[in-house]
């Protein structure tokens, strides 16, 4: 049955930035500024991979009943722009079974009824033409996406800053060293507020204010 599997809860994530979850990776993990939001809807889930056929989209229509609830479906269509592998009547099949957004290294279309239904699409581009229904592709392997490498399972992140993949292995340092960014970054915006110089209160003349 179509989002059937359910994964864990990482609704703590919702409140993390996709920027400070790239600070607390030390900067990585963070997909080309290529990859960006098209419908302005935020998303954070576990990643579930395809690899498809560049300009074609039969592997994608196949695979959506193969995908878990609570599952963000992250594919490699190889960042080829000119012929769109996405559109609404995916967005629609993919939110029936539970998918909570996309992330296509290639392009979309019907972006304004996307943004209508609030499914949230980040994508390299957007294209009117559209895809090929005739190839293969590879389903929960290792992929690239936006420059990054992708797992199933890592935890993927998009806002309007771009998307973040946390490893699996890490998400639970990451949300813990987020947590504690948060904060500092709270009372460093406090200073700032108050009239102390960005320099003096993140420590870049030499000291740190407390």
């Known amino acids: 049955m179509t989002g059937a599997r359910v994964h864990p809860d990482f609704s703590e994530w919702s409140e993390i930035p996709a920027a400070i979850a790239s600070d607390c990776l030390d900067r990585f993990g963070a997909m080309s500024s290529a990859i960006r939001s098209l419908t302005g809807v935020n998303m954070v889930g576990p990643a579930h991979t395809l690899r498809t056929v560049v300009g074609d989209n039969l592997s994608i229509h196949r695979e959506l009943s193969a995908i878990a609830a609570g599952s963000v479906l992250v594919v490699d269509a190889g960042g080829y722009d ?19 957004g996309v992330v296509i290294d290639g392009a979309v279309r019907d972006v304004d009824a996307m943004s209508k239904l609030g499914f949230p699409v980040f994508a390299r581009g957007v294209c009117p033409a559209g895809p090929h229904k005739a190839g293969g592709g590879l389903s929960a392997v290792p992929i690239s996406c936006g420059g990054v490498a992708v797992v199933p399972g890592d935890l ?25 960014r948060l904060a500092q970054e709270e009372v460093w ?22």
């Open 82 to 100: 000119d012929r769109a592998v996405w559109g609404e009547v995916l967005a629609l099949a993919a939110r029936a079974g539970g998918v909570l």
């Open 156 to 180: 993927i992140l998009g806002d309007a800053d771009g998307v973040v993949v946390v490893p699996a292995a890490r998400i639970a340092v990451t949300a813990e060293r987020a947590r504690a």
């Open 189 to 210: 915006k406090q200073r700032i507020s108050a009239g102390i110089a960005s320099a003096v209160v993140l420590g870049l003349d030499g000291t740190r204010e407390r």
